[in-house]
């Protein structure tokens, strides 16, 4: 229990002293963005505020800094049932994202109607002031208390974790990309962002009068790329697959074609992308208040998998989940519940495939299973139920019992947590990415960026 106790003002003794630490963080300022309407960019991470075309540092705004000094009074002294009557306040620096601060006051005097004077003063961690004022506040009469934890959670809704895998990806060289019928403004905007993000190099594979009305729609200059005409979207999926056999593209991505028309021609076995290993399709989500990468599978292309098959789609996202910078994947094979039961197929299979990566024929990650979504994810929820894992509460893949629940899992994420996805099918010869008309900018960056990172890894293997 966080309970916060006052000291009423009969009690109050000219002296007193309260203080209290705070880390600043970026988070912070976009909820005062938010809270108080002020969205001055020099105060919002990822803004350039100075015109250099560089996002800068953002400076944390001086009325949040000067707030902490309310909280210390609120809080602790006089505590709980204290209201302002007035504030002065002399900023003497800034402070920015990882500044740790200290925040004091100091009871100076005692006047008529319950007034109580307090010096205040908030210093960086080397002992700097960058805030001097005086509080004037009305002392609460009698004792009060108050339990904090009844206050609700806050969750900013920002995408760390594909604004890490983009600043990973574009130092890269661009990865060659055959795109299949960019002919609608979503399928050719999405090729030439990620070609203007230096991610991709968009070879753009369809009806080249289709394509070039599309972008005389979008006002866009199509000169810049290479244009190969293909009459149909069969005949252009399948000469996307014979660039990459030719090596002149490293990827394949997804336009405004249905995606069975698309892998109809990976799969094929004369002339195909097809390996020994099995296709997948992995969502790469980005879950606000998640400190890691969150990948599924697969929710695209197996509809009901065997275990010999789960073997090849967990591989294939353990693969990818290194290629993006995790050292040792932990994989949970999902169920309903998180102990064998013989009515239940999936718990039998997910303790299969456990006992296959013991052993060996799932290689490079730690794979544990069955266990119920909430223990997969959520620490808590698997140290109640007992459950001692070096998966439960930290998986950073899960492996979905079919595509259903695996789809629904994403779609979830995505319109009720405001999660971001991005996805790329794997497998095949080179990385495939599937993009949907729901996708915004940042998800169809965060593809190629994925295909770009898995391209690199495959590479350096």
């Known amino acids: 229990m966080n309970t916060y106790s006052n000291t009423p003002f009969d ?15 970026a988070e912070d300022f976009l909820v005062y963005a938010s809270s108080s309407g002020n969205h001055n960019p020099v105060h919002l991470p990822k803004s350039d505020h100075d015109g250099d075309g560089k996002a800068d540092e953002p400076i944390a705004p001086s009325m949040w800094v000067a707030s902490l000094i309310s909280s210390v009074l609120g809080n602790q002294l006089p505590g709980p049932g204290t209201l302002y009557d007035s504030q002065s306040l002399r900023f003497l620096g800034r402070a920015h994202a990882g500044d740790e601060l200290t925040v004091h006051v100091r009871l100076t005097e005692k006047r008529d109607k319950r007034i109580a ?24 009469a009698a ?6 934890d009844d206050l609700p959670g806050l969750t900013v809704q920002r995408h760390v974790h594909f604004d890490r895998l983009l600043e990973l990806a ?30 991709i190099t968009p070879i753009l594979v369809g009806s080249e009068k289709k394509i070039r009305e599309t972008g005389i729609d979008m006002g866009v200059d199509l000169r810049p790329f290479e244009i190969v005409d ?5 005949v252009a999926a399948a000469r996307a697959v014979q660039l990459v056999h030719e090596g002149r593209a490293g990827a394949v991505m997804k336009g405004h074609l249905h995606t069975d028309d698309l892998l109809r021609a990976i799969v094929r076995t004369d002339g195909g992308l097809r390996t020994r290993r099995r296709l997948s399709h992995v969502f790469c989500m980005d879950v606000p208040g998640l400190d890691h990468l969150l990948m599924i599978t697969d929710a695209a292309i197996n509809i009901a998998p065997a275990l010999n098959e789960k073997v090849d789609i967990i591989q294939n996202a353990i693969d990818l989940g290194r290629a993006l910078g995790v050292e040792t994947p932990k994989v949970a094979v999902l169920s309903a519940v998180e ?41 808590d929820a698997a140290r109640t139920k007992g459950i001692r894992s070096l998966v439960a509460g930290h998986a950073d893949i899960l492996l979905a019992p079919n595509l259903e629940a695996a789809n629904m899992i994403a779609k979830q994420l995505t319109f009720l947590a405001h999660a971001e ?6 497998g095949a010869k080179c990385p495939v990415i599937l993009s949907s008309r729901a996708d915004d900018d940042k998800a169809r960056l965060a593809s190629c960026a994925v295909a770009a990172l898995y391209h690199d890894w495959q590479i350096r293997q």
């Open 230 to 234: 293909a009459p149909t979207d069969s």
């Open 117 to 140: 004077v307090f010096a205040t003063t908030i210093t960086k961690a080397d002992g700097t002031p960058i805030v001097e004022g005086e509080a004037s506040v009305i002392a609460p």
């Open 421 to 426: 996805a991005g996805g790329i099918v794997l």
């Open 143 to 148: 004792g009060m208390s108050f339990d904090a």
């Open 339 to 379: 102990t064998v039961n013989p009515k239940l197929p999936s718990t039998i299979e997910a303790a299969a495939l456990a006992k296959m990566a013991d052993r060996g024929q799932i290689r490079g990650g730690i794979v544990d299973g069955p266990l119920a979504m909430d223990n997969a994810v959520d620490e």
């Open 11 to 25: 009690a109050l003794e000219v002296g007193m002293e309260a203080s209290a630490q705070r880390l600043c963080r």
């Open 170 to 199: 574009e130092p890269l060289p661009a990865l060659p990309t055959a795109v299949v019928c960019p002919d609608d403004p979503n399928s050719l905007g999405g090729a030439l962002l990620a070609a203007e993000h230096t991610l």
